[in-house]
């Protein structure tokens, strides 16, 4: 008779190497970053060994700081109101159609994802530059007497993290409104709810579970979306992510990390506040 080798033993044996190279790769050099962030900045070295808190004080003391973090979360909660209200439609749409005409339309929105965000970027710039496509259409035909500057602003960086982050939002409520079983909408008509109640009262509930994933993965790719903002944002739209570029390439590594930890904390605020807000437990019974 074989000896039957306890669950716990097995559960070790598969979860601690993921575990180990976890802690050695993300948890040790986090928690060395973090303690940077309290050292002070020096003009010889990647800091000086004095502990101290003007790297997080001045951030939440300073006007400045303070203007940017504001910046930072306006275009954050822009982009997911856009990618929330833009994305849903078609992933309702796509949900509806069968599993072939379903993974043709996925696969078509993810064409755009294989061209480097660079690219990208540099294509928004071709459009919205000076003697860009917008600009030049613009005084031909003359509704502007003379080229204008459409880069640089919160429209540029939000129109440019729009079109790049929107298939993300696109394919996980499609993934979630495909798994829903039309016989609760079918359900709810028949006891006499209208399309818009039924949407309402069943499909939209069930479906939160995507809507929270789309938006936290929304939240964090455009928290950390520096090439996108760097290029469209130029040096008069800044965010967060671009004063942490900043201060790392001029060597002030203390003040980086402090950044990094309050953009991190940012993301994890934004994240707490979309699962409370929407509670995807709520389908599983569990909230």
Avoid: H
Wanted: net charge positive; glycine share 6%.
């Amino acid at each position: 008779m074989r000896k039957l080798v306890p669950t716990s033993s097995i559960f070790f044996v598969v979860a601690a190497p993921p575990l180990i190279i976890l802690a050695i790769f993300f948890v040790v050099p986090l928690c060395y970053l973090l303690f940077v962030s309290f050292m002070t900045n020096s003009s010889t070295a990647l800091f000086d060994l004095k502990p101290t808190l003007d790297n997080y004080a001045s951030l939440f003391s300073d006007s400045f700081y303070l203007l940017i973090i504001q910046r930072t979360l306006l275009s954050t909660a822009t982009v997911l109101i856009l990618c929330l209200a833009l994305g849903y439609p078609v992933a309702f749409y796509a949900a509806r159609l069968t599993p072939r005409g379903r993974m043709i339309m996925l696969m078509a929105m993810m064409v755009p994802l294989m061209v480097s965000n660079v690219v990208r970027a540099y294509g928004w710039m071709a459009i919205l530059g000076r003697r860009g496509v917008v600009s030049s259409t613009l005084t031909m035909i003359g509704i502007a007497d003379r080229p204008g500057q459409y880069l640089y602003s919160f429209q540029a960086v939000t129109l440019g993290l729009l079109t790049i982050l929107l298939p993300f939002m696109i394919v996980s409520l499609t993934n979630s409104l495909a798994t829903i079983d039309k016989s609760y909408t079918e359900a709810a008509q028949s006891l006499g709810a209208g399309p818009w109640r039924s949407f309402l009262r069943v499909t939209l509930p069930l479906s939160s579970p995507g809507i929270t994933s789309g938006l936290m993965l929304v939240t964090f790719l455009t928290l950390s979306a520096y090439v996108t903002i760097a290029l469209l944002g130029g040096p008069r739209y800044k965010l967060l992510v671009s004063l942490v570029f900043d201060n790392v390439t001029t060597f002030r590594w203390p003040r980086a990390a402090a950044l990094s930890f309050v953009l991190l904390l940012i993301a994890l605020i934004i994240a707490v506040a979309i699962q409370i807000a929407i509670r995807p437990q709520r389908v599983q019974g569990k909230g």
